[in-house]
């Protein structure tokens, strides 16, 4: 059994023309044909793919409970932890340079190969071999789907929170940034305009700086109030 035939048989898909296995596995760094082209391919596909799983498995869900799942599964994370499961790293054709500087190790490298290997089964196979490749993959993620409110983004949580007990919304102040232009630190707060009550949070943008505050303060006003 060759390397790549052990490959193959952990993806789950067997190729009537390797040389697509072996252009979704080829970095840019390489020169020549590389996989950024089945990349942007395996993209949409994984998108559309995992939607209609979605879209079929949740018929009580609206659109923007669907859009979180989606994005919590189809996300650099969940690409590199397949990449890791099916061994890609010696696999990937890699220029010297960026060999020797952990390539085959690098999140982005291994997730875009993840979404180019995709591509080439769907060239290679068709749109049936590309979906059962695809829902075989995220079988287990997409049976142990979280609570889709819980996918959404601190601010807008502790907005609602307060909207249904009839409180004002808060209001954000960047109390301190500070550190070099490339690594900058953000010290944001929190603050309610109708109580004393507000948190704080640092972080290295002002945006997660926000949403970390304002996760602290959804979780004060949780613990403390009867409308919990």
């Known amino acids: 059994m060759t390397a790549l035939d052990g490959l193959q048989s952990r993806l789950g898909y067997r190729f009537n023309d390797p040389q697509r296995l072996l252009q979704a596995l080829t970095h840019r760094s390489m020169g020549g044909i590389d996989n950024e082209r089945l990349e942007f391919l395996g993209d949409g596909l994984l998108n559309a793919l995992i939607g209609e799983a979605l879209y079929l498995q949740n018929p009580r869900h609206d659109e923007g409970a669907l859009s979180r799942l989606r994005s919590s599964l189809v996300r650099e ?14 696999h990937l054709r890699l220029g010297e340079s960026e060999r020797k500087s952990g390539g085959q190790r690098r999140d982005s490298i291994l997730a875009d190969a993840v979404e180019a290997i995709l591509a080439a089964i769907y060239l290679d196979g068709g749109f ?13 993620s997409l049976a142990d789907l979280p609570d889709p409110e819980t996918l959404k983004d601190p601010k807008t949580r502790l907005q609602e929170w ?3 007990t009839g409180r004002a919304l808060p209001i954000y102040r960047v109390i301190d940034a500070s550190g070099p232009p490339h690594r900058r630190t953000f010290v944001a707060r929190c603050i309610l305009t109708d109580t004393d009550e507000q948190a704080e949070a640092t972080a290295g943008s002002r945006r997660n ?14 613990e403390n109030s009867p409308h919990a």
């Open 77 to 90: 994370a969940t690409l590199c932890d397949l990449a890791r499961h099916f061994d890609l790293g010696p």
């Open 162 to 164: 307060l909207q249904s």
């Open 209 to 222: 700086a926000e949403q970390q505050a304002a996760e602290r303060l959804l979780q004060q006003l949780t």
């Open 128 to 140: 049936d071999a590309a979906r059962q490749s695809c829902l075989r993959w995220f079988d287990q």
